[in-house]
């Protein structure tokens, strides 16, 4: 059985880093194929794709927000630890990590997800 | 890389059917057989429901459907039943890595 649980400060403040770990069980991120994304939605707003690590260290990032995010995995704790810099009141949002589907050694959709954390910015 | 665009809306009755699109570009949706479709409850996390365009994962209802053409995917619900109301989320790969739709919320009337 798969299961996800995101952890981190609920409350930051503007400007300062965030630092967010995923830990999982039922999967190995050592195994061939398998990758863990992380997923925000802001209050009453759309899902938006953050970043997302395969079992090989390959690692990708939104365009968007590329320079502001760095994802690693510590497979022998079952953990992908996501951290964002500089952060502002727009990034008020749910976050969710989420195990990634692969068929063809490309992760195509994400099918177990994390409760979620809501981190709030502000002063 | 711009989110994929869904209605903002959509209704039917019990028992009827259902279609929500999601319009994208020839850089996502069109180029990629990796469409995907979660269904999000108030307060939830979202559930995938649809993969690789058409595929249902174990334990989904046969009653959801996809499929696509051209720029455009498609999720249709048949049979519209009471616990299918809730806010749904298309998804494709990219080359750039994921976007997601603007969302769509489904009313069963």
């Known amino acids: 059985q798969i299961t996800l649980k995101e952890s981190g400060p609920t409350l930051v403040k503007p400007t300062q880093t965030l630092t967010l770990t995923c830990t999982f069980s039922g999967f190995s991120l050592s195994t061939s194929g398998v990758g863990v994304g992380w997923i925000r939605q802001p209050p009453g707003k759309a899902l938006e794709w953050l970043a997302l690590?395969?079992?090989?260290?390959?690692?990708r990032y939104s365009p968007s927000l590329k320079s502001r995010l760095t994802i690693t995995k510590d497979t022998s704790k079952n953990q992908v630890v996501l951290t964002m810099t500089n952060m502002d009141p727009v990034d008020t949002a749910t976050y969710y990590c989420?195990?990634?589907?692969?068929?063809?050694?490309?992760?195509?959709?994400?099918?177990?997800w994390g409760q979620g954390t809501l981190v709030t910015v502000s002063s | 890389q711009s989110a994929l665009t869904q209605p903002a809306s959509v209704s039917g009755s019990p028992g009827q059917s259902i279609t929500i699109s999601c319009t994208g570009t020839?850089?996502?949706?069109?180029?990629?057989?990796?469409v995907s479709w979660y269904q999000q409850h108030p307060g939830k996390a979202p559930k995938l429901m649809i993969y690789?365009?058409?595929n249902r994962p174990s334990g989904v209802s046969n009653r959801f459907s996809g499929s696509k053409s051209g720029n455009t995917a498609s999720l249709t619900i048949s049979g519209l039943q009471a616990e299918d109301e809730a806010d749904y989320y298309c998804?494709?790969?990219?080359?750039?890595?994921?976007?997601f739709g603007t969302g769509t919320k489904v009313t069963v009337l």
């Open positions: 998804s494709s790969y990219t080359s750039s890595g994921y976007v």
């Open positions: 020839s850089s996502d949706v069109g180029g990629y057989n990796y």
């Open positions: 690789e365009v058409s």
């Open positions: 989420a195990h990634g589907y692969s068929s063809s050694w490309l992760v195509g959709a994400f099918d177990y």
């Open positions: 690590i395969y079992w090989n260290d390959d690692k």
